[in-house]
């Protein structure tokens, strides 16, 4: 089978994505370029056609060039993940049929898809993920209903603390949550990506409508806040930071529960809470108890060899203990210089 490669922004993708049910944030043309911009990573569409010259399926990716990690294709690098979109299901067969045919016409190179493909040969499962998404109803108290008592008592606690969350898709905001992002990545010692990536964030997605920060605010200091994607009915909690010694007036779940009810109000079908790792059971637990239904997630990888499992990612015995030792600047200059070759 044969696909055809199109620009990222393509009318007739641009369509498709506006009336495809799965749409998620991941697959809006915003966010594809957010990551063209921040990483010089190359987008591309591999799309196929019904007999009536409608596009019936496609699968956005980046090409990534890396003297580290090799050259691959990935839909989509730091998303958690993005399904090829069909209209049905022979034109999803032909699809990825026809991106078989199109990475071995292009020098063979790797083609990893952050969503579960039949395995079959030359598709192999490269890492497996959780996804919890929690339904939401137009009426918010409809939608508490679903939540674990316990999370319920946690939210009136932080309401009884005096927190004020603020709502905000302003770029002022933006820099008041890279702050307390920066020290989240120092405490978990992880590296921080680099400031333009959210410069972007604010300029291609939030001031497009598709997207907002939300802060906590005690005692008129900034101690906790979230960053979310919007598309298509469906609100994303992409990046969350927090200061450790304000957590026991449980800044973050106030801040949940505000998305969550925002999303309610504003006609959102899912909440989607991102990915988890598997081993997490915490976090699992954590999620679940906010109505999250809980699904396990396998990354494919198109490829004529049997992937390395470490391919891709972060793996260093000494980076996390550097970076929490370290002030916040050393944790942000290791992700200027590591995150474009890891996505």
């Known amino acids: 089978m044969s696909v055809t490669r199109l620009e990222i922004d393509d009318p007739r993708w641009v369509e498709f994505l506006s009336s495809h049910p799965d749409a998620t944030p991941f697959h809006d043309?915003?966010?594809?370029?957010?990551?063209?911009?921040?990483?010089?990573?190359?987008?591309?569409?591999?799309?196929?056609?019904?007999?009536?010259?409608?596009?019936?399926a496609g699968v956005p990716l980046m090409d990534i060039h890396s003297r580290l990690t090799?050259?691959?294709l990935v839909g989509l690098p730091f998303s958690d993940y993005c399904a090829p979109l069909a209209t049905d299901d022979?034109?999803?067969?032909?699809?990825?049929?026809?991106?078989?045919?199109?990475?071995?016409?292009?020098?063979?190179?790797?083609?990893?898809?952050?969503w579960p493909l039949p395995l079959q040969a030359d598709i192999y499962a490269v890492k497996e993920v959780v996804r919890h998404v929690t339904p939401l109803e137009n009426d918010a108290d409809?939608?508490?209903?679903?939540?674990?008592?316990?999370?319920?008592?946690?939210?009136?606690?932080?309401?009884?603390?005096?927190?004020?969350?603020?709502?905000?898709?302003t770029w002022d905001a933006v820099q008041t949550y890279?702050?307390?992002?920066?020290?989240?990545?120092?405490?978990?010692?992880?590296?921080?990506?680099?400031f333009r990536f959210f410069r972007l964030l604010w300029?291609?997605?939030?001031?497009?409508?598709?997207?907002?920060?939300?802060?906590?605010?005690?005692?008129?200091?900034?101690?906790?806040?979230?960053?979310?994607?919007?598309?298509?009915?469906m609100l994303v909690y992409k990046y969350g930071a927090s200061l450790a010694e304000y957590w026991r007036l449980r800044p973050n779940n106030l801040l949940f529960w505000e998305a969550i009810r925002w999303g309610c109000e504003n006609g959102d079908t899912v909440f989607d809470w991102g990915r988890t790792d598997l081993e997490?059971?915490?976090?699992?637990?954590?999620?679940?108890?906010?109505?999250?239904?809980?699904?396990?997630?396998?990354?494919?990888?198109?490829?004529?060899?049997?992937?390395?499992?470490?391919?891709?990612?972060?793996?260093?015995?000494?980076?996390?203990?550097?970076?929490?030792?370290?002030p916040t600047w050393v944790g942000q200059a290791i992700g200027e210089m590591l995150y474009a070759h890891f996505g």
């Open 70 to 72: 090799g050259r691959r």
């Open 280 to 326: 997490d059971e915490g976090l699992r637990q954590f999620k679940r108890g906010w109505g999250g239904k809980e699904t396990i997630l396998r990354y494919s990888m198109l490829t004529s060899r049997a992937p390395e499992p470490s391919r891709g990612q972060f793996r260093s015995h000494y980076l996390p203990a550097l970076i929490q030792r370290s």
């Open 178 to 194: 890279y702050g307390l992002h920066r020290e989240t990545r120092r405490r978990l010692g992880a590296p921080t990506q680099p």
């Open 203 to 233: 300029e291609q997605v939030l001031q497009q409508q598709r997207g907002f920060v939300l802060l906590a605010y005690h005692a008129g200091q900034p101690i906790a806040g979230a960053l979310f994607l919007h598309a298509n009915k």
């Open 29 to 56: 043309l915003s966010w594809c370029q957010v990551l063209k911009a921040c990483y010089g990573y190359q987008p591309l569409l591999l799309a196929v056609f019904g007999a009536d010259g409608h596009l019936a």
């Open 142 to 169: 409809q939608t508490v209903r679903h939540f674990k008592k316990s999370v319920v008592r946690l939210i009136r606690q932080a309401e009884n603390a005096d927190i004020v969350i603020q709502r905000s898709d």
């Open 90 to 114: 022979a034109s999803l067969i032909e699809l990825m049929d026809g991106v078989q045919g199109w990475r071995l016409a292009h020098a063979n190179v790797p083609v990893e898809i952050r």
